[in-house]
């Protein structure tokens, strides 16, 4: 399997193991567990991440996604993957509470890249906080039967 399927793969798995699982608490053991699906991390088993202190007081403490999504895009602890890991967690949140689902159109990468950027350098995520919220779908009003 190449780099691609393997990242596909890796994907499908988080997005799996989401999407069972939708109702659970997200925790540090089920950000560990979205980062062993991914791979994101070097380790063998999902007990083999330490989730720092402050990274779990925030997953107890941090209640908006998208907040919670600015965050993890600057944890050290994901050196690669804090994109998909940080937006997968904000889409399973939105997802659990009805609000519905972030989704960065192809065409606007450029600009997610450049607020991402951004508030890498300023620590100031207003404007990448702005821009995420706009991207949330929300789910199509259901009449009951």
Known sequence: M???EKSITNLREAWDLVLRTINYKLDASYLAAIC????CINMNKETDIEIP??????LKEI???IRLCTYLLKQPLFEQGAV???LIVA???LIHTKRGILLIPEE?????????DAYRKSNDDSQLY???SSCIEPFPETKAA
Do not use: V
Request: charged share 30%.
């Open 2 to 4: 190449n780099t691609n």
């Open 36 to 39: 062993f699906c991914l791979n």
């Open 53 to 58: 202190e402050p990274l779990e007081r925030a």
């Open 63 to 65: 209640k908006d996604p």
């Open 84 to 86: 998909t890991i940080a």
């Open 91 to 93: 889409n399973k949140e």
């Open 108 to 116: 606007k990468f450029p600009e997610f890249n450049r607020e991402l």
């Open 130 to 132: 702005a821009f995420l």
